[in-house]
T-cell receptor, first 115, second 115 residues
Framework: GDSVTQMEGPVTLSEEAFLTINCTYT??????LFWYVQYPGEGLQLLLK?????DKGSNKGFEATYRKETTSFHLEKGSVQVSDSAVYFC??????????????FGKGTKLSVIP | DSGVTQTPKHLITATGQRVTLRCSPR?????VYWYQQSLDQGLQFLIQ???????AKGNILERFSAQQFPDLHSELNLSSLELGDSALYFC??????????????FGPGTRLTVT
């Protein structure tokens, strides 16, 4: 079945450092890919998405490019802020296979940014 | 605020008991998804309803059931509770009216503690 693997955390960075969180996926169809963010005590919020190969999703300075050849969707940000501290989840949706837009999530990566 | 509401926020109950979690989707959204977030299993899809009908099932135990009512709110029923059912339960909604990636909007979750 479908699966998502993302780098283990926790990740601790200094403010203004460069962020990369790796995410790779396994899917039989042509999934849509997502990054969700979960701030402490809150639900998940969609950060960005990409629906086909070579699409780049971007939001709030975060970017990720859908790479079909490497089955990857790595999250990057050029300069992190303390307010970016959260747990980040990579996810896919493979409606053709599943008949539904249900999300398959990675295990999450906790990011802590220190001043 | 995603527009998805969940009640209650916290629930503490004993093993063997039954509880009901409630979710109200965003106005106009026809699809409701239920997810379970636990430390050992991560975020897992449980079940989806679309306009009152079950659309997809994931890793949902037989002791768990759900339904979606004519006003589109949904309830997740958990019975014969075990310690391992302690988790955060999220509801998400999406319009699912057309093609492409269907964003899901998550509620704040219900934290269930089974003692």
């Amino acid at each position: 079945g479908d699966s998502v693997t993302q780098m283990e955390g926790p990740v601790t960075l200094s403010e203004e450092a460069f962020l990369t969180i790796n995410c790779t996926y396994t899917a039989t169809g042509y999934p849509s890919l997502f990054w969700y963010v979960q701030y402490p005590g809150e639900g998940l919020q969609l950060l960005l998405k990409a629906t086909k190969a070579d699409d780049k999703g971007s939001n709030k300075g975060f970017e990720a490019t859908y790479r079909k050849e490497t089955t990857s969707f790595h999250l990057e940000k050029g300069s992190v802020q303390v307010s970016d501290s959260a747990v980040y989840f990579c996810a896919l949706s493979d409606r053709e296979r599943a008949g539904s837009y249900q999300l398959t999530f990675g295990k999450g990566t906790k990011l802590s940014v220190i001043p | 605020d995603s527009g998805v509401t969940q009640t209650p926020k916290h629930l503490i109950t004993a093993t063997g008991q039954r509880v009901t979690l409630r979710c109200s989707p965003r106005s106009g959204d026809l699809s409701v998804y239920w997810y379970q977030q636990s430390l050992d299993q991560g975020l897992q899809f449980l079940i989806q309803y679309y306009n009152g009908e079950e659309r997809a099932k994931g890793n949902i135990l037989e002791r768990f059931s759900a339904q979606q009512f004519p006003d589109l709110h949904s309830e997740l029923n958990l019975s014969s509770l075990e310690l391992g059912d302690s988790a955060l339960y999220f509801c998400a909604s999406s319009p699912q009216g057309g093609g492409g990636a269907q964003e899901q909007y998550f509620g704040p979750g219900t934290r269930l503690t089974v003692t």
